[in-house]
């Protein structure tokens, strides 16, 4: 049905249907499954980002290697009680962003979206934007069905793989496929997600890859509250009527070209960037 941002953008508006409406016309078709059993099961994904997004808010959750965590506590509390310079709606989601992280970092369940690493960008803005707009549950899995809609087409056209094109197009890619789904949610237009989505990939393009002791923690959780807050700032930019001067699609293949110029340092290998610091190598060393 559409492989391409230009293709998906053709096919919303030649239909008069939302992206996610395509996305989901797309799934069932490939999928055979019905209806109702696509909605459950997207039910079930979000019952899990919603655990994963609260979990560590009110506990302090330490990865296995005790290398990271409670910091989502620490957000959240600094949220309840400062007059916090972003205000509550940006540190809301970034604790949310950072309690996925936890999660994700003391093996418990969380929803890839588009993987491990970049797992609390998706769920922390959407259900930022859940309470913020007053949104039913059913709007929020249309949501989700938008941002795979994005986060497919940076699959098929290039990488969502931090070993291959750095987090760029991971944690890049989550905050894309977030923004295009709030921009959605908001009543913006199908040309405003992508250029949501191109705004979040251009903001971070080049953004490397280099967890320290290749651990899934530091600093893929910090790069998790700031993918969060680059999805809502870029879905507002985009609702504010501001366009991508460059298309998604090409936003896109400028994002693989680069992470392919990318060394094998800066790929996942943790021998570069924060992990290549002396403070990166002790604790590689310690663990
Ligand atoms: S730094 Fe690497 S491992 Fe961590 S979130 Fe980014 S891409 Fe994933």
């Known amino acids: ?4 941002g230009s293709e998906l953008i053709k096919l919303c508006n030649e239909k008069n249907k939302k992206i996610s409406e395509i996305v989901i016309e797309k799934e069932l078709l490939n999928s055979g499954i019905k209806y109702d059993e696509l909605m459950n099961r997207m039910k079930e994904i979000l019952k899990t980002m919603e655990n994963s997004s609260k979990y560590s808010l009110d506990k302090e959750v330490v990865s296995v290697s005790r290398l990271t965590g409670g910091n989502a506590i620490k957000v959240e509390e600094y949220k309840n009680t400062h007059k916090t310079i972003c205000g509550d709606i940006i540190n809301s989601a970034m604790a949310m962003a950072l309690s996925t992280s936890e999660v994700n970092a003391s ?8 993987t491990a690493g970049a797992s609390g960008i998706v769920p922390a803005a959407l259900f930022t934007v859940k ?8 709007d929020i899995i249309s ?7 994005i986060g ?3 699959a098929r ?6 070993a291959e094109g750095g987090c760029q197009a991971e944690c890049g890619v989550a905050s894309a496929m977030a923004a295009a789904a709030v921009v959605e949610l908001a009543g913006g237009s199908v040309e405003s997600s992508l250029d949501a989505a191109s705004f979040c990939i251009i903001n971070v393009m080049g953004l490397v890859c280099d967890p320290v002791a290749g651990l899934v923690e530091y ?4 790069r998790n509250a700031s993918g969060v807050a680059n999805a809502l700032i870029s879905a ?9 001067l460059v298309p998604f699609d090409e936003v896109v293949e400028a994002m693989y070209k680069v992470g392919k110029l990318l060394p094998e340092s800066l790929r996942e290998t943790a021998l570069g960037g924060i992990a290549d610091t002396e403070t990166g190598r002790e604790a590689k060393k310690r663990i």
């Open 1 to 4: 049905m559409f492989n391409t």
């Open 107 to 114: 093996m418990g369940k969380i929803v890839a979206a588009p």
């Open 131 to 138: 309470n913020r707009l007053n949104l039913s549950d059913e």
């Open 143 to 149: 949501g989700l069905f938008t941002a795979a809609g």
């Open 152 to 154: 497919e087409i940076v």
């Open 157 to 162: 056209n290039a990488t969502v793989s931090g």
């Open 219 to 222: 600093p893929c959780a910090l």
């Open 236 to 244: 507002d930019l985009a609702l504010a009527g501001v366009k991508s």
